[in-house]
C-alpha cells in the first residue's frame, strides 16, 4: 500500500513536468530570437567556425560584388579568403536589430540592420561601417535552424 | 422528359468545368512564377506604376547604400527620385532568373539574378549592368501576392 501514493505522486510531478515543458517550449518566433541573439554572439566573438555551423548544406550567400555563392563548401572557402584578407583585423562591436521575423512552418525571413567597428593592425584607423542585411532560415531534419539565404549591403552612416 | 437529359448533360457539364477549373488552379509555386513573369514584364516595359503597384503596404526595400525604405509610401518617393535622376535613360534588356523559390502558406521567398542594359541619352554609351535580388513575397488580404521586402546588391560581369 505503501508504494501507490508514491507512484501517484511520481506520476503528479511527471503531469507537473510535462505541462511545465509545453508552457515552456519555446514559439517558432522565440526559437529565431534565440537563433538571432545566437548569431550575434558568435559574430561578436569572431567564432567564424561556429557562423559557418548555421549554414545549410544548400545554403546561397548574396555578397555584394560576388557572384552568387552556392552551397556550404563554397560559402566556407570565400569566408575563408576573406579571413586571409583581413588577418590582424578584430571585431570590437557588433550590432544586429532584427525586423520583420516571419516564420511559417520550417520557414523564416528576416533583415537586420548593421553597425560594425573593426579593430585594424599596427596602428591604423578603426573600421566603423553600417549595413543591411536579409536572411532566409528553415529548419533542418535535426530540429535546428539554419542559414538557407543571406544577403547584404550597405547603409549610409545614421 | 426532354428535359432530364438536358439537366443531365448541364450537370455533367458542370462537374467537369469543376473539375477542370480546379485541376488549372495553379499550386502557389505557378502562382510565384506568374508573379515573376508579371515583374519582369513590368520592369521590361519600365511600367514604374505597375511595379509600385505589386508592392505591399508595409513593404520593407533594402537599397545599396541606403538607409531601409520602410513603408509604400516612402518607397514611391524613393522610386521617384531615382527617376528623376535618371530621366532619358531607357531600359533595353532587362533579365531575371529567379531561384530558390519556397512557398509556405501565404508567404513566399526567393532570390534572382539580374542583367540589365541602359540606353543613355545624347549619344552616351549604354550602360550595363549585373546583380542579384532577394524577394519576400506576402498572399494579401484580396488573395494578391505582393512584394513585403526587397533586398539588392551588385553583381560582377559574369
Not at 508514491?6 to 529565431?32: H, K, N, Y
Not at 569572431?46 to 555563392?69: C, K, N, Q, R, S
Not at 552556392?70 to 536589430?97: N, R
Request: hydrophobic fraction near 45%; charge should be negative.
Amino acid at each position: 500500500m505503501r508504494l501507490m501514493p508514491g507512484l501517484c505522486g511520481l506520476a503528479a510531478s511527471a503531469f507537473i513536468a510535462a505541462t511545465f515543458a509545453v508552457g515552456a517550449r519555446p514559439s517558432p518566433r522565440e526559437e529565431i530570437e534565440a537563433f538571432n541573439k545566437h548569431y550575434l554572439e558568435l559574430h561578436q566573438k569572431m567564432d567564424t567556425a561556429g557562423v559557418l555551423a548555421l549554414w545549410a548544406e544548400d545554403g546561397v550567400d548574396l555578397m555584394p560584388g560576388e557572384a552568387p555563392i552556392i552551397g556550404k563548401k563554397a560559402i566556407v572557402a570565400w569566408v575563408e579568403g576573406v579571413l586571409k584578407g583581413i588577418a590582424g583585423y578584430k571585431v570590437t562591436k557588433e550590432e544586429l536589430e532584427f525586423h520583420g521575423i516571419e516564420v511559417n512552418g520550417d520557414w523564416a525571413s528576416e533583415w537586420a540592420t548593421e553597425h560594425q567597428v573593426v579593430e585594424a593592425p599596427e596602428g591604423k584607423p578603426p573600421i566603423e561601417s553600417y549595413g543591411k542585411m536579409a536572411l532566409v532560415l528553415h529548419r533542418e531534419a535535426d530540429g535546428a535552424w539554419r542559414v538557407k539565404q543571406e544577403m547584404w549591403n550597405a547603409s549610409p552612416k545614421p
